[in-house]
């Protein structure tokens, strides 16, 4: 399996990187049993955590912590998304301010690691019984 040897390889090439396993939320369905899954693919990436949430795109993390910090972010940049849309020139210079500071959360929370996609189980590795 392609896959594998892409993890392999990940993991030679990077030995002192952590390795997560992000899990397709179709997989675990109950916790009192153990489930089966198969690896989707594996790449160097960064991950980090918001809430009870993990994030494996840095611009899905940047809007989270947006999002859960909106109000005193708005405040402390004096922001407002609605003058920015219309392309008030004050509202987007206050906005890079405000991608800048998401971008230096982002390198402050964010981690690299080698991520491993569980996908549904390839139910082709095993013999049918008759």
């Known amino acids: 399996m392609q896959v594998n040897k892409d993890l392999l390889k990940l993991v030679a090439e990077n030995p002192d990187l952590p390795i997560v396993a992000m899990v397709d939320g179709n997989i675990v ?24 949430r993990f994030y494996d795109d840095r611009d899905d993390f940047k809007d989270a912590y947006y999002d859960k910090h909106d109000e005193e972010l708005d405040k402390k940049f004096n ?49 049918e019984a008759d």
């Open 29 to 52: 369905e109950d916790p009192a049993w153990t489930w089966m899954g198969s690896f989707a693919k594996a790449l160097v990436s960064e991950i980090g955590f918001i809430g009870e």
């Open 79 to 127: 922001y407002n998304a609605c003058l920015a849309i219309t392309g008030d020139p004050a509202a987007n210079a206050n906005g890079a301010q405000l991608e800048a500071y998401l971008d230096k959360i982002a390198d402050e929370y964010m981690v690299k690691a080698i991520v491993v996609y569980v996908g549904e189980p390839d139910m082709s590795i095993f013999m």
